[in-house]
């Protein structure tokens, strides 16, 4: 697996594998409104606003996942569906890991994504608290209830 920084000619595949992968994880637990918001435009919009945040992993010339992170949060963690149960995610975990750095992280997974928290809680995150997050969307902010995993990295564990 190779992990590189995103580019711009990377953002249609990663807004398609990032929408494809949010209505896989969200679509039965989300807000209908916030489902009907997360169009396939909308997705390309977020992807070219966070993509010198992005790290995309590539397998063999496709891109197996990627993840974003702002500040302390992993604020995206996404597995192309093809490599999912391959061990790509806990290798991308640890890619993510190391590019978050020392210290206390964070991210934020939507209440009802039992299958992101059961993959989480593997990697050694702890769900810390159950939380009001605000979420992007082209029409504005909207407040969801998500899980708060929390996990200490670096030398300082």
């Known amino acids: 697996m190779d992990v590189k920084t995103a580019v711009s000619a990377d953002v249609p595949v990663i807004a398609a594998l990032w929408r494809e992968g949010w209505m896989q994880g969200h ?64 290798a991308l975990m640890e890619e993510a890991e190391a590019a978050l750095g020392d210290g206390l992280k964070w991210l934020a997974c939507l209440v009802g994504n039992d299958r992101a928290a059961r ?27 998500a899980w708060r995993f929390e996990k200490r990295l670096g030398a300082a564990r």
Do not use: C
Not at 40 to 53: C, D, I, M, P, S
Not at 120 to 138: H, I, M
């Open 119 to 145: 993959f989480y809680e593997k990697s050694g995150w702890v769900l810390a608290a159950t939380v009001p997050y605000q979420v992007e969307t082209e029409e504005g902010p909207q407040v969801i209830n």
């Open 27 to 90: 679509g039965a637990a989300a807000p209908k409104s916030l489902i009907q918001q997360r169009t396939a435009g909308e997705f390309l919009t977020r992807t070219k606003a966070h993509v010198q945040q992005t790290q995309v992993a590539w397998i063999d010339g496709q891109m197996a996942g990627f993840f974003m992170i702002e500040g302390d949060e992993l604020y995206q963690f996404y597995v192309a569906p093809d490599f999912q149960g391959s061990g790509v995610a806990r």
